[in-house]
């Protein structure tokens, strides 16, 4: 590098590889999806959308939390003991601590 | 017009804080504004050893006469009840990482330079950074909230002079200074030549040569003298001897891709003949190649460094080969002809580095008529599996179970320290 143009502090340091290693797992770490948290308004709403929905069995679309980006599923929902959605290739279910939204179509 | 204003702050005594903070029996009695308050402690190499080097010390054991790079039973006459514990180079990493991110929690500007060490800049003046001292003050009680560490912030216009700046914060009470644009001049050229940062052995030969005591004195030499002496440092030398610096701050320093990997490590012993010293050539460049495949890069230039005994002396050279590779078995064999040609086979080698770069990226694979390139390419990525889920001495060669092997003492340490 030409000390004459640029940072000469990054052609003078020193850094052990198990240095260089662990700051990069760190920004990698710290640039993880995180779960959002919802507000109350958000879960209050998330919970009245899943019963009506339940109750009417009316078709809903369903945004979930994943770590590489939300899934969003289309189907009908129902709940025995554990809560399911009907979606035109399977039948999953849904954890409902990763819900992020209910929306009725 | 507002500016940037650039910070270096490092922390005091980094690895004997680091041991001094992790020990609960001391908490009480610390304050931040008193180093006194610490116990006199060192961190040795190695303690069981009265040869071993100090490489940290608390203010207060420094009270006693001791310093770094001091051997440990000169410090122990000094002061027979110092603390001495052992490195912990892992832990000093990751109170190191976790620092920094609390700098640039404050200043997304950020830089980390040394383990110890981090830039910072913030624009002045600025609603958010009104007072630049009181915002360096919340840098350096976050630090010392969090980590019970003390660190020294040197505010300047740019980053040379924050290094330069910092320098003074550290005899300064309480660990700040901000030095402003006009005071440059004043504050800077009276200081001696040899606190010129960065300089090395040229600081020396300003002093002979051009007959400069002060940063004064070299501000005062015409740059077309330094450029005679020094290439292109003679431009930075003149510069930075008035007070200027365009280095700016790249909060993604350490994402760019390597130049190239190396390796090096120094022997517990003088090696003297050939085979000892083939052993730990291929040992690093097992390390070297180990890396190259974790980056999926290879490269067309390979290294050997040899330091002589009493680490005076050797030689670096390099050889450029005609396609690409990352495998030993291709390397090898240049590295041992480097030396052979470069080592007389007599004098004592204390050192020695292996490094590799003029790197590209490995998509396609060069297969050969003579040897079963996709089968060795299966060979290392299950070696690496293999060390990855088990360790590293998991699996080794079995040259590195003779005496010269070094592979296993290494694998113990980070930076040649116990990890």
């Not at chain 2, 006693?64 to 790079?69: D, Q």
Request: aromatic letters at 8%; one cysteine or more; charged letters at 25%.
């Amino acid at each position: 590098m030409n000390i004459n143009d640029g940072n000469i502090f990054e052609s003078m340091r020193l850094v052990l590889p198990e240095h260089r290693r662990l700051m990069l797992d760190w920004k990698r770490q710290r640039n993880v999806r995180q779960l959002p948290v919802l507000s109350e308004d958000e879960a209050a709403q998330i919970h009245y959308a899943l019963s009506e929905a339940i109750a009417n069995g009316s078709r809903v679309r369903v945004t979930l939390y994943e770590l590489q980006g939300d899934i969003v599923l289309e189907g009908i929902l129902s709940f025995t003991g554990q809560l399911r959605i009907v979606t035109e290739e399977n039948v999953q279910i849904i954890d409902i601590e990763r819900l992020l939204s209910v929306e009725q179509i | 017009m507002t500016k940037l204003i650039y910070g270096l702050c490092d922390m005091q005594s980094f690895y004997a804080s680091c041991e001094v903070a992790s020990r609960e029996e001391f908490a009480a009695q610390r304050k931040e504004f008193d180093d006194s308050s610490d116990p006199a402690l060192v961190v040795a190499g190695d303690p069981a050893r009265r040869s071993g080097i100090i490489l940290a010390a608390t203010p207060t054991a420094k009270k006693f006469g001791v310093s770094n790079a001091m051997r440990l039973g000169e410090a122990l006459r000094l002061y027979p009840r110092l603390l001495v514990v052992r490195p912990h180079m892992e832990f000093y990493l990751q109170v190191s990482v976790r620092i920094q991110e609390v700098m640039r929690q404050l200043f997304p500007l950020q830089e980390q330079f040394s383990v110890d060490e981090g830039f910072f800049a913030f624009p002045y003046p600025s609603h958010l950074f009104s007072d630049p001292i009181a915002v360096a003050r919340k840098l350096q009680q976050r630090i010392w909230d969090q980590f019970r560490i003390r660190s020294r912030i040197g505010l300047a216009p740019n980053k040379w002079m924050a290094k330069m700046s910092n320098a003074q914060a550290k005899k300064t009470p309480g660990g700040i200074v901000w030095w402003h644009e006009e005071e440059i001049p004043t504050l800077l050229h009276a200081l001696p030549v040899e606190e010129m940062w960065g300089l090395k052995k040229r600081a020396e030969i300003l002093k002979t040569e051009f007959n400069a005591q002060t940063i004064g004195d070299v501000a005062k030499i015409p740059i077309g003298h330094l450029r005679a002496r020094f290439g292109v440092w003679g431009e930075v030398i003149s510069r930075w001897s008035h007070g200027e610096d365009h280095s700016h701050i790249n909060p993604n320093s350490y994402g760019a891709p390597h130049k190239g990997f190396s390796h090096r490590t120094t022997l517990p012993r003088d090696f003297y003949t050939r085979h000892e010293v083939a052993v730990v050539i291929l040992e690093l460049l097992d390390e070297v190649c180990y890396r190259l495949r974790r980056a999926h890069q290879s490269g067309r230039r390979v290294g050997l460094g040899i330091t002589y005994e009493k680490l005076s002396g050797g030689f670096w050279r390099m050889r450029t080969l005609p396609q690409h590779t990352n495998t030993p078995e291709e390397l090898y064999p240049e590295l041992l002809r480097l030396l052979d040609q470069h080592w007389d086979g007599v004098t004592g080698v204390r050192a020695v580095s292996v490094g590799v770069d003029q790197l590209q990226f490995t998509e396609a694979l060069q297969l050969s008529f003579f040897v079963d390139i996709p089968k060795r390419k299966g060979l290392y990525e299950t070696v690496d599996q293999i060390h990855e889920r088990f360790g590293e001495t998991s699996l080794i060669r079995a040259v590195s179970l003779t005496k010269a092997g070094q592979l296993r003492d290494r694998s113990e340490k980070i930076g040649g320290h116990y990890a």
